[in-house]
């Protein structure tokens, strides 16, 4: 099975993402609270699917200076095949261009809900089947 990538400064939102999948039968799951750890991780274990919450420092600042789309485009830089997911929360649909155009392949809304949680991940991880 391949491996996930969780990357998010809310800590809460990472503890509820790893139960979904966990549940599910996701077991090989890996957390990442700023880009630094995002990218040491990604080095390590070549996630088949890394899930970064989308926060754009002009329009949700964060408490640590967490910007998905820089994570985003630096992974890209490192892997240009990464498939990258968004989680993104309701009314920053603006950004959604913009993380389109630096590889995010498709977008999770907050809050979240377990059934299109899980058909997103599904969907990604689909194309090691077979």
Do not use: W
Not at 35 to 54: D, F, K, S
Not at 102 to 125: Q, S, T, W
Request: proline residues 5%; charged residues 20%; neutral net charge.
């Amino acid at each position: 099975m391949k491996n996930i990538l969780l990357v998010s400064d809310c800590e809460k939102e990472k503890i509820n993402q790893n139960k979904i999948l966990f549940h599910h039968g996701y077991i090989n799951v890996f957390q990442a609270s700023n880009e630094l750890q995002a990218i040491e991780l990604y080095h390590e274990m070549t996630p088949g699917l890394v899930i970064v919450r989308l926060y754009v420092p002009e329009l949700q600042p964060s408490k640590h200076g967490f910007d998905g789309l820089s994570i985003v485009r630096k992974l890209k830089k490192i892997d240009v095949n990464a498939y990258i997911v968004m989680t993104i929360q309701y009314g920053s649909h603006p950004s959604i261009i913009e993380a389109i155009q630096c590889g995010a392949k498709d977008f999770i809304p907050l809050p979240l809900y377990e059934y299109v949680f899980i058909e997103v991940v599904r969907k990604a991880l689909g194309r090691f089947v077979g």
